[in-house]
């Protein structure tokens, strides 16, 4: 199928994040003695971060805000914003569409993290529509954040392809009855070995 829209994830699909992302969630919970492994940080993939943080702090059995445990965070992801770099394979297919099909950016982001991220890679003007996780009240692995996706971009589900780098994104383009691509077969991110 040649697609007639396309949507992309962007933590660890357009941009890679998720080594900062993770870095700034192990400075985050450090203090409160939490921890949290690396692997099950990428198999929570595609979750906003208040959703994470609030499964971290009920296995804790702490009494915290998630959303102020979500802008500490996001504020130490914000802080080393500046590491963040472009996942050229996938960013490539963006450019050769940008004009020629609609496109939409689908994260499980907050929006002004989303906007901040995109712009630090030079992508703010290259899509159609931008869905975050405030746009939506389901996450993935529902399908909501790719069918709005497609709703905004006027395109039917069906003739949308998804680029994503996560099992809970990949199931949500299912979901949505979309085709996808697991840009993880051409793209990996480094790994955090020591600290």
């Keep these: 199928m040649e697609p007639r829209g396309l949507i992309f994830d962007l ?16 400075d985050t919970l450090e203090p409160l003695g939490l921890t949290l492994d690396e692997d099950r940080f990428y198999a929570l993939g595609g979750k906003p971060t208040v959703v994470v943080a609030q499964l971290l702090i009920d296995e804790a059995g702490l009494k915290l805000d998630a959303m102020e ?5 996001e504020t130490r992801y914000l802080d080393r914003l500046a590491e963040v770099t472009i996942i050229e394979p996938i960013a490539e297919v963006a450019r050769n569409h940008r004009g020629k099909i609609p496109m939409a950016v ?3 982001a907050l929006r002004d993290v989303a906007e ?7 992508m703010t003007d290259w899509f159609d529509a931008l869905v975050t996780s405030n746009d939506v009240t389901k996450h993935k692995p529902d399908p909501e954040i790719f069918l709005e996706s497609a709703r905004r971009l006027g395109v039917s589900p069906q003739l949308c392809r998804v680029y994503e780098d996560a099992d809970l994104g ?6 949505a009855g979309m085709e996808s691509v697991d840009v993880r077969t051409v793209y990996r991110p480094r790994r955090i070995t020591a600290r």
């Design 69 to 73: 445990l979500t802008r500490e965070k």
């Design 170 to 175: 990949l199931e949500a383009a299912r979901h």
């Design 11 to 26: 933590d660890g699909t357009l941009a890679d994040t998720m080594p900062v992302h993770y870095e700034s969630w192990v």
């Design 106 to 108: 689908a994260t499980g």
């Design 116 to 122: 901040q991220t995109l712009r630090l890679i030079g």
